[in-house]
């Protein structure tokens, strides 16, 4: 998808100083909406294979880990790119 398809709305969200998330999440582009709905596919996968157990290794605990880390990693991503500079940054 080229870069002129998806900039107008983002520009358009900074300059219009939009704080809703979810029109932020509509400008995004396909690839990113892609990604973003991969990791949620994954997720849901890894949970239900810790809730069936058919995996000695990978139990609910160690989806808790997996949570937790990327928690972090999100919550670090959210104060940087989103509360504190928000339209600075696409």
Known sequence: E?????YGPI???????NRK???????????????VKS???VLF?????SLIGSNP????N???VLLATLAQA???LYFVHWKWNRFDLS
């Open 11 to 17: 520009v358009q969200l900074r300059e219009g100083r």
């Open 39 to 41: 990791l949620a596919l």
């Open 45 to 49: 996968v890894l949970f239900l294979l």
């Open 57 to 60: 290794n990978f139990r609910l």
């Open 62 to 64: 160690n989806m808790a």
């Open 2 to 6: 080229p870069y002129v398809e998806y």
């Open 21 to 35: 998330l979810w029109d932020h999440y509509g400008a995004l582009s396909h690839l990113s909406l892609m990604l």
């Open 74 to 76: 999100f919550l670090i």
